[in-house]
């Protein structure tokens, strides 16, 4: 999902109640299968803090094998799957607990998967960055007389709110906490002296601030910032929603909320910082483990790009949107899985010209429902239907698919050209399906529902499903 909601949302305190809801919910998809081998139970969310759920370095789980009982597979979703709201239709399922195939259409073709991309950022975040890792934004001595430099680390979530306000991003570090320190380095290191320049320095991300493909009225809509290494709430005008205007100069707007801390007559340029600069203060961000639960749930463009960049940066790929690439998909493959056609222009989803097979993301999923290689934040974060996040809303699993509510924890996707639904079911009798759908083309909001219906067919049908 592009992260256009359907409602604006108060802010961190419902991002957080709802997750903590979610986990409230968990018996709709329960714990690992015990037929796959599984390492120890992942811890569930902090209801007040967003603590990151706990990770392990669990071995692969076995190569699902096919079963040798005969199954009567006459349950068909073919009226569903042909709904004409679907327009250009792609899509998989397989049963989780042996690997077959149960349904296909294209499942084999790469597509534009929207925001579902965001599941492949994650991922490969938590392969290179590790679950523990936080963004750290410092400011450092400057080559001047009286002279600091805000250093951007990638935070987006760092906040210009008085500390302990409540944001977009539960959890999120001040700005008002890092001038109190910076504040306190500078009376000890310079009694007496003002601070009286403010150097911005943003060369963390390199490149354009804007993907070239993406559409630029996704700002005024609220959905998606520039993307620069320094910025305060997501760049947003209101701090406290998730969907809100952004603006034309994230940099601009983090240096002048920081220089407000320091009286007037500061002044505020753009440079970088010395090397080797004596620190006089940081704050980080929350960890990565979190970062991808906030992420996923509300479907966060900004988060998103900022994991995605700062993967490349330390895969060692480059600090531009042509640089994810080359970063995301060798993550990938270490978690044995092939990522044949997959094509990463970004971390969001927002562009046409992503790329994701169906067959490959039911075969990840597999590995999310085990929690297998440190991927229990990634299923923690996904939403649940009719319980959590971007599934909760009233247009998504309403009236005969709300049957499904509980039973699905998947991403949602929407650009203009396509709406996608990806994830886990636990089927009516009990069987653990992974599946991804696609609707691409000439779509309107309409698909969702189409979607829905034909994965609350799906959990209707469980194993018994049909290809025909």
């Known amino acids: 999902m592009r992260s256009r909601t359907a409602l604006v949302l108060s802010g961190g305190v419902?991002?957080?109640?709802?997750?903590?809801?979610?986990?409230?919910?968990?018996?709709?998809?329960?714990?690992?299968?015990?037929?796959?081998?599984?390492?120890a139970a992942v811890a569930p969310v902090d209801a007040t803090s967003l603590a990151p759920v706990a990770t392990r370095t669990a071995a692969l789980a076995p190569t699902p094998t096919k079963t040798t009982k005969t199954v009567a597979r006459t349950c068909s979703v073919s009226r569903a799957a042909n709904d004409a709201r679907l327009a250009n239709f792609q899509g998989r399922v397989i049963n989780a607990r042996t690997g077959e195939v149960l349904f296909d259409r294209k499942g084999a073709k790469a597509s534009r998967a929207a925001s579902v991309m965001k599941v492949l950022t994650s991922t490969a975040a938590l392969q290179v960055l590790g679950p523990d890792h936080r963004l750290t934004t410092r400011v450092v001595e400057g080559k001047r007389s009286g002279e600091v430099v805000l250093v951007g680390g990638g935070d987006v979530t760092l906040s210009r709110t008085p500390a302990g306000t409540t944001t977009a991003y539960a959890g999120a570090p001040h700005l008002s906490t890092l001038a109190a320190r910076v504040k306190a380095a500078w009376k000890t290191a310079h009694p007496g002296e003002r601070i009286t320049r403010i150097v911005l320095d943003s060369s963390y991300f390199g490149g354009p601030s804007w993907q070239p493909t993406w559409k630029t009225k996704e700002r005024a809509l609220g959905s998606t910032p520039k993307i620069t290494a320094l910025m305060v709430d997501g760049d947003r005008a209101n701090p406290a929603a998730n969907t809100s205007p952004r603006g034309i100069d994230p940099v601009g707007r983090a240096g002048a909320a920081f220089a407000s801390y320091f009286g007037s007559g500061v002044?505020?340029?753009?440079?970088t910082a010395p090397s080797g600069a004596v620190v006089l203060g940081a704050v980080k961000s929350q960890?990565?483990?979190?970062?991808?639960?906030?992420?996923?749930?509300?479907?966060?463009?900004?988060?998103?790009?900022?994991?995605?960049?700062?993967?490349a940066i330390e895969a060692g790929t480059g600090n531009t949107f042509s640089d994810i690439d080359a970063a995301v998909i060798p993550a990938l493959r270490s978690y044995g899985i092939a990522p044949t056609g997959v094509r990463v222009v970004d971390g969001s989803g927002l562009s046409d010209d992503n790329r994701i097979a169906p067959a490959y993301l039911t075969k990840l999923f597999v590995k999310v429902l085990h929690k297998s290689q440190g991927l229990g934040p990634v299923y923690a974060g996904l939403p649940i239907a009719g319980r959590t996040g971007s599934l909760s809303y009233s247009d998504r699993f309403s009236g005969a698919a709300s049957r499904a509510d509980g039973k699905v924890r998947a991403k949602t996707g929407w650009i203009d050209t396509g709406y996608t639904l990806a994830g886990i079911i636990r089927a009516k009798d009990g069987t653990p399906l992974t599946f991804a759908f696609y609707a691409l083309g000439n779509v309107s909001p309409a698909a969702k529902q189409a979607l829905d219906t034909l994965t609350a067919d799906v959990w209707s049908c469980g194993n018994r499903l049909s290809n025909r």
């Open 267 to 271: 002044q505020v340029v753009r440079g």
């Open 14 to 39: 419902v991002v957080v109640g709802l997750i903590s809801a979610g986990w409230a919910a968990g018996y709709a998809l329960g714990e690992p299968i015990t037929a796959v081998a599984t390492s």
């Open 287 to 311: 960890p990565v483990s979190t970062l991808i639960q906030q992420e996923l749930l509300y479907s966060d463009n900004t988060i998103a790009e900022a994991l995605a960049r700062v993967t």
